[in-house]
């Protein structure tokens, strides 16, 4: 009886490491963007950077860090049922650096493939409202057409005028609030 239950434990055992592995396998194979499959693919997830001018033609310099999908989060997420596109989010963090202070964002962005060489949107969040720089463009999201491929990303940036109290503010008739810059980020 008690050699029935030890081979019965082994072989739950061995089960769930497979049912395992292949969750896992099934996780990296579905986001092509995030795991290389050999040492030479190029992946989405990484450190990047580059520079651009914002609507008031003030220098910015971005650096924004792509993280790497957790299995967590899709753990999560099969709770509320299958979503295809829970394999094309991505997340992660950008500092925006200025003479008038430094932009420290969480990015939550989506791809438009499966590949994702075609990039939907990426929204950058303050990860401190108080801090905000103020009296500034400051970036709010990536337009849709953003591509990237191998060691470039380029992107069009949309923006939110942050006045003097943190609040946005936006004047139809300034064409400043509705300029969309282009900025090409390289990996760093």
């Not at 463009?137 to 057409?145: D, K, L, P, R």
Request: aromatic fraction near 10%.
């Amino acid at each position: 009886m008690a050699k029935k239950f030890i081979v019965s434990l082994v072989l739950a055992g061995v089960f769930l490491a497979v049912y395992s592995f292949i969750l896992d396998w099934k996780f990296r194979y579905d986001r092509p963007w995030a795991f290389a499959s050999g040492s030479n693919t190029a992946t989405l997830v990484g450190s990047w950077q580059g520079d651009f001018k914002d609507p008031d033609g003030i220098t910015k310099h971005i650096e924004m860090v792509i993280a790497e999908p957790e299995q967590k989060k899709r753990n999560r997420s099969k709770s509320r049922g299958f979503n295809h596109q829970d394999e094309l989010r991505f997340t992660g963090t950008a500092v925006i650096k200025s003479r008038l202070g430094v932009e420290n964002d969480r990015i939550s962005g989506l791809l438009k493939s499966d590949d994702g060489h075609d990039i939907d949107k990426i929204s950058f969040s303050p990860i401190n409202e108080e801090k905000k720089v103020r009296e500034s463009f400051n970036v709010s999201m990536s337009e849709t057409g953003s591509t990237w491929q191998d060691d470039v990303i380029q992107l069009k940036l949309s923006f939110t005028y942050v006045t003097k109290t943190g609040a946005g503010f936006s004047d139809s008739a300034d064409d400043r609030f509705d300029k969309k810059i282009p900025v090409t980020l390289h990996r760093k």
